[in-house]
Structure formats: structure tokens, C-alpha cells
């Protein structure tokens, strides 16, 4: 009689039952947070060309969108505005008409159960498309702080659950924080774009939010691609500034920098599939060379498993209907 030695993993995935049961990681549509684009008016829903099934909504259709991806098992938006007016100091993002702050209220009207977070940056609100306030044509850092700080106030009055700064200035975290606890929104958490990096991969976003600025770019003050153990210190001073969720952006292409957040961090982890793995996945889709089920699903469970424990997604109502005829 012979023995081999033999190791056959293969024994455990001869049929779907121990698949199932060996699995990992899991997908569930609570893991997800939909972006929405908010423009001001009613009734409006314009497709938007850089981003397949993606539109621009007016906070009314904005709150119906929420509600239907609510009941497909998906707890949380974020919203994006695009206000009627810009201008240097990006002011229109703390009015409390804004069409964030409107979208907000409509949403929690239509869906209160749902956890509403908003991104608060100045780019989306500059008539120069920058993240923050311009000194000789250079970001003043500190300069735009206040700023950063009374737009995440207007929206934590407006009734958002959560607060997201996405525009990479040092000590945004903390100038956020204190405006909320002296206004008495101590409660309220902040989802701190920690790890953000001057990617290629925004393009479609920027066309999206009509933010793309008009000179230069974002090296100055979001990180080069190049800098891993940066990401390190970026995650530290989040966290002495009091940041309760942190994020690494973008998610597919910095697997092993969500990797890294994950191995040293306990907070609650989020990571953005950004604008262009979409734009890239629904472009083979389109071309015929990939399944857009299989693909989307993959590219999603890619992240979990980087220990990502939310995904921000423009996938997320189909990838929730998705796991639900599973």
C-alpha cells in the first residue's frame, strides 16, 4: 500500500457546499456607501457621460435615489454639490440652501434611518476648482481650515449623520472637530479621507463634481503615488486629531496601502472605488470583455480583503441586487 504525501487543496472546493463554507470573506450590501451628484433645482436627473448610470439628481430625486437603494439592503450615501455659485472662497458650500444641505434634509425626510454623510472640500465650490483657499496662486493650508470647518457645521445642522473631508489639508480633522463639539454636534462622527493620494484615476469624478481646477493640479497637498510609509503619518496625526472612520483613496489600485491602514489601525476602515475603476470596468463591460457581474464583484471583495470594512462605490445598487439573487 503506497501513502502519498501529497497536499491537495483542491479537496475542498469539489462543490459549492464547501465553498460556501470555507469562505473567508463575505459581501453584504451593508458594507456599501453610494455617491450622489446634487445639483440645485427639482425634477432633475442628467446622466452623467464620464460615469455609465450615474447622474446628476436635484436633492428631491436625490432622497427618492436613497430610498431605493435603502431597500436593496444599502445603508449609506454620500453626497457631492454642485452649487449655482463659485467663488474664490468656495462659500456657497456652508449655506444652509446649498443643495447638500437641502439633499440632507429631504433625504432624512424620505429615509431618516439612513446613515447620510457629506464630503466636505472647497473644490466642488471654487471658481478655481482648488481644495482650498489661494495665497499667490499656491493653497494656504491654514487659511482655509475655518472654511473646511463651518461647511461640515451647515451640514451636520442640516441633519447629516457623518461628516467626510476629502481635501487633504493638515489639521483639518481637529479645526472640524472643534467647530462640531462647540456647536453641540459632539455625536457627530467624522469619516477622515486620511490616506489620499493625487491619483489619475479621478478624472471622471472631477468632470462629474466640475471640479477640476483651472491651473496647476493637487500634488502640493494630496500624496504622491510614489510614498507608501507617508500614508503611516498621515493615519497618526488623523488619529491624535480625533478622527472616528478613516479612508484610503483610491481603493483598487492601493490594495497593499489598505493593507497597511488595516495592520495598524483599529478604527473602522473605509476605502473609495473611485471614478475611474469604474469608468475602466463599465468600459470593458461595454466592450464585451468583461462580465460585468463577475468583475464587480471581484473587484469589490478585492477591497474587503485588504481589510476594507467600507467601500464607497458607484457599483453599490447593482452589486447589491447582485448578492441578493445569489
Given at each position: 500500500m503506497s501513502i502519498s504525501l501529497v497536499r491537495r487543496?483542491?479537496?475542498?472546493?469539489?462543490?459549492?457546499?464547501?465553498?460556501?463554507?470555507?469562505?473567508?470573506?463575505?459581501?453584504?450590501?451593508?458594507?456599501?456607501?453610494?455617491?450622489?451628484?446634487?445639483?440645485?433645482?427639482?425634477?432633475?436627473?442628467?446622466?452623467?457621460?464620464?460615469?455609465?448610470?450615474?447622474?446628476?439628481?436635484?436633492?428631491?430625486?436625490?432622497?427618492?435615489?436613497?430610498?431605493?437603494?435603502?431597500?436593496?439592503?444599502v445603508p449609506s450615501v454620500i453626497l457631492f454639490g454642485l452649487p449655482a455659485v463659485k467663488d474664490p472662497a468656495g462659500a456657497s458650500g456652508a449655506d444652509p440652501e446649498g443643495p447638500v444641505q437641502q439633499a440632507v434634509r429631504a433625504i432624512k425626510k424620505v429615509v431618516p434611518e439612513m446613515v447620510v454623510a457629506t464630503d466636505?472640500?472647497?473644490?466642488?465650490?471654487?471658481?478655481?476648482?482648488?481644495?482650498?483657499?489661494?495665497?499667490?496662486?499656491?493653497?494656504?493650508?491654514?487659511?482655509?481650515?475655518?472654511?473646511?470647518?463651518?461647511?461640515?457645521?451647515?451640514?451636520?445642522?442640516?441633519?447629516?449623520?457623518?461628516?467626510?473631508?476629502?481635501?487633504?489639508?493638515?489639521?483639518?480633522?481637529?479645526?472640524?472637530?472643534?467647530l462640531l463639539d462647540q456647536e453641540g454636534f459632539s455625536h457627530l462622527p467624522i469619516m477622515s479621507y486620511s490616506v489620499k493620494y493625487a491619483s489619475a484615476f479621478y478624472g471622471p469624478f472631477r468632470e462629474a463634481a466640475g471640479c477640476a481646477p483651472r491651473f496647476g493640479d493637487r500634488q502640493s497637498y494630496q500624496m504622491d503615488p510614489a510614498r507608501r510609509r507617508e500614508a503611516r503619518l498621515e493615519l497618526e496625526l488623523d488619529l491624535a486629531e480625533g478622527a472616528d472612520i478613516v479612508m484610503v483613496k483610491p481603493a483598487g489600485p492601493y490594495l497593499d496601502i489598505i493593507r497597511e491602514i488595516r495592520d495598524r489601525c483599529h478604527l473602522p476602515l473605509a476605502a473609495y472605488q473611485v471614478s475611474g475603476e469604474y469608468a475602466m470596468l463599465m468600459a470593458a463591460v461595454a466592450a464585451g470583455l468583461l462580465d460585468e457581474r463577475g468583475a464587480g464583484l471581484e473587484s469589490l471583495l478585492a477591497i474587503k480583503r485588504a481589510g476594507a470594512d467600507l467601500i464607497i462605490t458607484y457599483l453599490a445598487p447593482r452589486a447589491a441586487r447582485w448578492l441578493g439573487d445569489q
Amino acid at each position: 500500500m503506497s501513502i502519498s504525501l501529497v497536499r491537495r487543496p483542491r479537496r475542498l472546493r469539489r462543490s459549492p457546499i464547501w465553498r460556501q463554507m470555507l469562505k473567508e470573506i463575505a459581501l453584504t450590501p451593508s458594507d456599501f456607501i453610494y455617491p450622489l451628484f446634487v445639483v440645485p433645482g427639482s425634477g432633475v436627473k442628467k446622466p452623467i457621460a464620464s460615469l455609465v448610470g450615474q447622474y446628476h439628481l436635484s436633492p428631491d430625486l436625490a432622497a427618492e435615489t436613497a430610498a431605493e437603494v435603502f431597500a436593496l439592503g444599502v445603508p449609506s450615501v454620500i453626497l457631492f454639490g454642485l452649487p449655482a455659485v463659485k467663488d474664490p472662497a468656495g462659500a456657497s458650500g456652508a449655506d444652509p440652501e446649498g443643495p447638500v444641505q437641502q439633499a440632507v434634509r429631504a433625504i432624512k425626510k424620505v429615509v431618516p434611518e439612513m446613515v447620510v454623510a457629506t464630503d466636505v472640500c472647497l473644490c466642488e465650490y471654487t471658481d478655481h476648482g482648488h481644495c482650498g483657499l489661494l495665497l499667490n496662486d499656491q493653497v494656504d493650508n491654514d487659511a482655509t481650515l475655518p472654511h473646511l470647518a463651518r461647511q461640515a457645521l451647515s451640514h451636520a445642522r442640516a441633519g447629516a449623520d457623518l461628516v467626510a473631508p476629502s481635501d487633504m489639508m493638515d489639521g483639518r480633522v481637529a479645526a472640524i472637530r472643534d467647530l462640531l463639539d462647540q456647536e453641540g454636534f459632539s455625536h457627530l462622527p467624522i469619516m477622515s479621507y486620511s490616506v489620499k493620494y493625487a491619483s489619475a484615476f479621478y478624472g471622471p469624478f472631477r468632470e462629474a463634481a466640475g471640479c477640476a481646477p483651472r491651473f496647476g493640479d493637487r500634488q502640493s497637498y494630496q500624496m504622491d503615488p510614489a510614498r507608501r510609509r507617508e500614508a503611516r503619518l498621515e493615519l497618526e496625526l488623523d488619529l491624535a486629531e480625533g478622527a472616528d472612520i478613516v479612508m484610503v483613496k483610491p481603493a483598487g489600485p492601493y490594495l497593499d496601502i489598505i493593507r497597511e491602514i488595516r495592520d495598524r489601525c483599529h478604527l473602522p476602515l473605509a476605502a473609495y472605488q473611485v471614478s475611474g475603476e469604474y469608468a475602466m470596468l463599465m468600459a470593458a463591460v461595454a466592450a464585451g470583455l468583461l462580465d460585468e457581474r463577475g468583475a464587480g464583484l471581484e473587484s469589490l471583495l478585492a477591497i474587503k480583503r485588504a481589510g476594507a470594512d467600507l467601500i464607497i462605490t458607484y457599483l453599490a445598487p447593482r452589486a447589491a441586487r447582485w448578492l441578493g439573487d445569489q
